[in-house]
Every structure is written in structure tokens, then in C-alpha cells.
Nanobody
Framework: QLHFVESGGGSVQPGGSLRLSCAAS????????VGWFRQAPGKEREGVSC????????NYADSVKGRFTISRDNAKNTVYLQMNSLKPEDTAVYYC??????????????????WGQGTQVTVSS
């Protein structure tokens, strides 16, 4: 079965940090852009970040620039999202997915496939 498995979510206080992992199962990430998305209750899914197949190119939503860092380890078939200085508005279910389109811009959700089940991130005092 071809899918992603997200992990690393949890509950933190504002200003805290979390590191999300996105592990590919059944396929290799070597030739694919991987993106992180999030969806809060009652809101549409929004793009957070993407990373190119080599890891040399990344893009971020304005709302997370300077706080979140995406990275990948192709040997482990895994992509990460380091989230620092978390805010209550970062609360959402976070998903990852893949696309053959290069991460020269923040590729929109409809161009992605193989969505994982997501991992919940809650930022609250």
C-alpha cells in the first residue's frame, strides 16, 4: 500500500516547538517534491511548506516563514517539519503528500497525491 505516515504531533504551549515526521511507505521519495499542509476545524486545507526532490529548494507560507523549517532525509524516506515559536493559530491537523511538480513555488494541494492520515497539533495555554 502506498501512503505517508505522519507523526510527531501533540499539545504544546504558545512559544513551544514540535518536529513532525512524514514517512513514505511503499514508494521512494527520491524524485518527488513533498509538501506539508494543515487544516483547522471549519477551514480549508492550506499549504504550509514544500521541499524539492534534492532538498535544495524550499517554500513556505507567509504565516510560518522564519518559524518552520522543512527538511528531508531521502535515505530514510522521510520529510520533517520543525515548528518553532508555535502560536495558537497553528493549531490544525497536519498532512503531508507528494507531487512530481518542482517546489519552485508553494504548490497547491490539488497537485498532490498520496495524502497521509494527518497528525494533530494543538497550541494552547
Amino acid at each position: 500500500q502506498l501512503h505517508f505516515v505522519e507523526s510527531g504531533g501533540g499539545s504544546v504551549q504558545p512559544g513551544g516547538s514540535l518536529r513532525l515526521s512524514c514517512a513514505a511507505s511503499g514508494f521512494t521519495l527520491d524524485y518527488l517534491t513533498v509538501g506539508w499542509f494543515r487544516q483547522a476545524p471549519g477551514k480549508e486545507r492550506e499549504g504550509v511548506s514544500c521541499i524539492s526532490r534534492s532538498g535544495g529548494r524550499t517554500n513556505y507560507a507567509d504565516s510560518v516563514k522564519g518559524r518552520f523549517t522543512i527538511s528531508r532525509d531521502n535515505a530514510k524516506n522521510t520529510v520533517y517539519l520543525q515548528m518553532n515559536s508555535l502560536k495558537p493559530e497553528d493549531t490544525a491537523v497536519y498532512y503531508c503528500a507528494r507531487t512530481p511538480i518542482d517546489c519552485s513555488y508553494l504548490v497547491p494541494a490539488y497537485d498532490y497525491a498520496r495524502w497521509g492520515q494527518g497528525t494533530q497539533v494543538t497550541v494552547s495555554s
